[in-house]
């Protein structure tokens, strides 16, 4: 997304120490963007560095020239002298997308030896969020693929975003459409 890439909100979110991160953050944090281009497109990174206690978050995005598609990647790293508060409820991913209309929520189950198994699933996005992950036993794709399609707009002018989660372990994605502008989309 372009607004997060040009500097706007930061696109990730965890608790610290036991206090919230994310949104916008404080004046102890220290931003910095370095900027690359190649053949295939742009290289962002945003460097998140807390300044107190040497905390810093690495968010690269790579932004492709010839797809609408950005691929997004969150390091944490410990530059301090000393061992960092505890970090936990980890969200890659918290940002609002904007929406024409009440969006539908496409996804697939996940792979039990059912006989439903990777079944296609729609869910009309409204004001409760939808919360699906990877819940049984660390299998990543046992209950859902990691795959979804928030689709909006009309049949004339069809729109939407294709989200997939990459990671090899336990995951968590929610939905929620408050109103018919915006869909907040939280991956953890």
């Known amino acids: 997304d372009d607004a997060v890439a040009d500097g706007g909100s930061?696109?990730?979110?965890?608790?610290?120490?036991?206090?919230?991160?994310?949104?916008?953050?404080?004046?102890?944090?220290?931003?910095t963007t370095e900027r690359s281009a190649s053949e295939s497109g742009e290289t962002v990174v945003r460097t998140f560095r807390n300044d107190s206690s040497g905390l810093s978050v690495v968010y690269e995005m790579r932004l492709f020239s010839r797809f609408p598609a950005v691929e997004a990647v969150m390091w944490l790293r410990n530059d301090g002298a000393d061992t960092t508060a505890l970090i936990e409820d980890i969200h890659v991913l918290q940002h609002a997308f904007p929406v024409t209309g009440r969006p539908n929520l496409h996804y697939n189950k996940g792979g039990r030896s059912g006989i439903d198994e990777f079944a296609p699933c729609t869910v009309a996005l409204a004001d409760s969020a939808v919360r699906m992950g990877s819940y049984w036993g660390g299998f990543p794709t046992a209950d859902y693929l990691p795959f979804f399609n928030v689709e909006h707009g009309d049949s004339v002018s069809p729109l939407g975003v294709i989200a997939a989660v990459g990671w090899p372990t336990r995951?968590?994605?929610?939905?929620?459409?408050?109103?018919?502008?915006?869909?907040?989309?939280?991956?953890g």
């Open 10 to 31: 930061v696109p990730f979110g965890f608790v610290y120490g036991g206090k919230s991160v994310g949104g916008h953050l404080g004046a102890t944090w220290i931003e």
């Open 171 to 187: 995951w968590e994605v929610e939905f929620a459409a408050p109103g018919d502008t915006a869909v907040n989309v939280s991956v």
